[in-house]
């Protein structure tokens, strides 16, 4: 029984029955206890009247121990935690909450979500320390400055192969683009932008890292150099100078934070997006982003600061298949042919010049061009090298036979003389 009688208080509660047990003694006015307490006259005039009627009992709120008219049913609980542990496992609590209202046609709100997962030991709490970085401020336009890079991720879980996710979103309004490839390379790279620029027109600038695909680690040759160039260009660096693109370097990935956290979210969500839908190969997963981006970009998508899209069109003397492609010189021989990338090409027209360009484009397709003119060719066999059988040539050293004055044979003749002169004295 006499645990029936203790009155546990926090300590607002606490404050509250000191204070008005100083109203009751008369050592404090009404209005005064309600300013310390922030409460209206009327509140105060009531909880006082409670406390002479019930005692300390009466500062406790009377929902204390009582559930919310707004909660759950008892047993919808363990309903969603089994379903999350069959179906949703690893899935972060607003993600669950989202797919579980979209899929099952459950409403359950994320932060009772997290609650019940952390108490399940499903989730665990993790605050990450960062190091203090200036802030940067967005641009203000749409199109004005776009972050690009790759994600090497395994986005398919093992169900397909191994693909990597070229992202871009652009810095004032966080719109979305993307598309898987097979690596990060030069032509991922451009096809990528290609597609990019055909959805939403050529971007001011290019917010990218130092990767080798984005900016050359050689030295400028003697042919860059008389084109008045400060550094080496990458086929990037260069196609972006004929489309009018500032392509701007980051010193690290902080730098281009928003499109590191992009990653860092459909890492996360987009994993599990793709596998409930059982996506198992690049095409399927480039489909799959089609329909997903826009969903994307309407649920995190922010509007600009500034009005008015800064995306040039593309201009009708451009065609982006010869801009957005690997470009190399090379030297004609004397048979009329070329050699790019170990396959020999043979030309059909007459040329006055001594070097021909090669495109290898998106497609991978080649396309040989001179001073402009796209050029017939075809592809030939190099002709295998003659093997030439060494002839093996036995040469028979003949013995040497001194002449008569040379000193060795002096020396041996006197050899001899002397040893039989000494044999003849020993017998007589």
């Known amino acids: 029984m006499r645990d029936k009688d203790i009155i546990k208080m926090n300590i607002a509660e606490l404050k509250r029955l000191h204070i008005i047990s100083k109203v009751l003694e008369k050592q404090m006015k009404q209005v005064e206890a309600a300013e310390i307490l922030n409460l209206t006259d009327r509140q105060l005039r009531r909880i006082v009247k409670r406390v002479r009627e019930e005692g300390e009992v009466g500062v406790i709120h009377r929902n204390r121990g009582k559930s919310s008219n707004r909660a759950y049913p008892a047993d919808l609980k363990g309903t969603i935690l089994k379903l999350y542990q069959d179906k949703y496992m690893g899935f972060g609590p607003l993600l669950a909450s989202e797919k579980i209202e979209e899929i099952e046609d459950i409403n359950i709100s994320d932060e009772t979500l997290r609650l019940w997962l952390l108490d399940a030991g499903h989730w665990k709490r993790s605050r990450k320390s960062r190091e203090h970085r200036r802030w940067r401020e ?47 390379g030069t032509l991922p790279a451009l096809d990528s932008l290609k597609k990019y620029i055909k959805k939403y027109g050529i971007p001011m600038r290019i917010y990218i890292d130092k990767h080798t695909t984005y900016l050359s680690p050689k030295k400028l040759t003697i042919e860059e150099e008389l084109k008045g160039l400060k550094k080496s260009q990458s086929q990037f660096e260069r196609a972006c100078e004929e489309l009018g693109i500032e392509v701007i370097h980051a010193d690290s990935p902080q730098a281009k934070g928003r499109i590191e956290r992009l990653f860092g979210v459909l890492q996360d969500r987009l994993v599990k997006e793709m596998r409930l839908a059982n996506i198992r190969s690049k095409e399927q997963a480039n489909k799959f982003l089609d329909g997903y981006l826009p969903k994307y970009v309407k649920k995190f998508g922010i509007r600009a600061a500034e009005e008015g899209d800064f995306h040039m069109p593309i201009p009708n003397h451009v065609n982006l298949e010869q801009v957005l492609c690997i470009k190399k010189e090379r030297q004609l021989r004397a048979d009329n042919t070329i050699s790019y990338e170990g396959d020999l090409y043979l030309i059909e027209d007459r040329l006055t010049t001594k070097t021909v360009m090669v495109e290898q484009r998106t497609d991978k397709s080649i396309h040989l061009s001179s001073n402009g003119k796209y050029l017939n060719y075809r592809g030939v066999e190099p002709q295998p090298k003659a093997n030439f059988i060494k002839p093996i040539i036995k040469t028979v050293r003949k013995s040497y036979i001194p002449p008569t004055d040379h000193p060795w044979r002096s020396f041996s003749l006197n050899k001899k003389y002397n040893k039989q002169k000494e044999v003849f004295c020993l017998t007589k």
């Open 138 to 184: 967005r641009k203000g336009h749409f199109g004005e400055m776009v972050l690009m890079d790759g994600s090497h991720h395994d986005w398919l879980e093992g169900r397909g192969e191994e693909l990597v996710l070229m992202g871009y979103i652009d810095d004032a309004t966080s719109k979305v683009y993307g598309q898987f490839y097979d690596h990060e």
